[in-house]
Nanobody, 116 residues
């Protein structure tokens, strides 16, 4: 099991930026993949962005070109840089780490609110 702690959420105006961080309790390079998901009010949780062990990234169409996922191996942190934020990006954002094909861990979530 791995512990994940998210930070960096908050309130921002449309067009602004936020940087989310997910600190892991062990090396992020031990994960098959890590990523960010979000759940907006009344909606299902959805994938935002993922990064694999070898550095390949994948983004939801809705955030492509605006969000960037990256890693800091020294701090064991997965980062989501969010630019050009829109009100529809408002959600609770969750960090996920996949250790094996059938085992993953979730963080507690961090609220992102984008005002129009």
């Amino acid at each position: 099991q791995v512990q994940l702690v998210e930070s960096g959420g908050g309130l921002v105006q449309a067009g602004g930026s936020l940087r989310l961080s997910c600190a892991a309790s062990r090396s992020i390079f031990s994960f098959i993949a890590a990523g960010w998901y979000r759940r907006a009010p009344g909606k299902q949780r959805e994938l935002v962005a993922t990064i694999t062990k070898d550095g390949r990234t994948n983004y939801a169409d809705s955030v492509q070109g605006r969000f960037t996922i990256s890693r800091d191996g020294v701090k064991n942190t997965v980062i989501l840089q969010m630019d050009s934020l829109k009100p529809e990006d408002t959600a609770v954002y969750y960090c996920n780490a996949r250790m094996t094909p059938v085992q993953s861990s979730w963080g507690q979530g961090t609220q992102v609110t984008v005002s129009s």
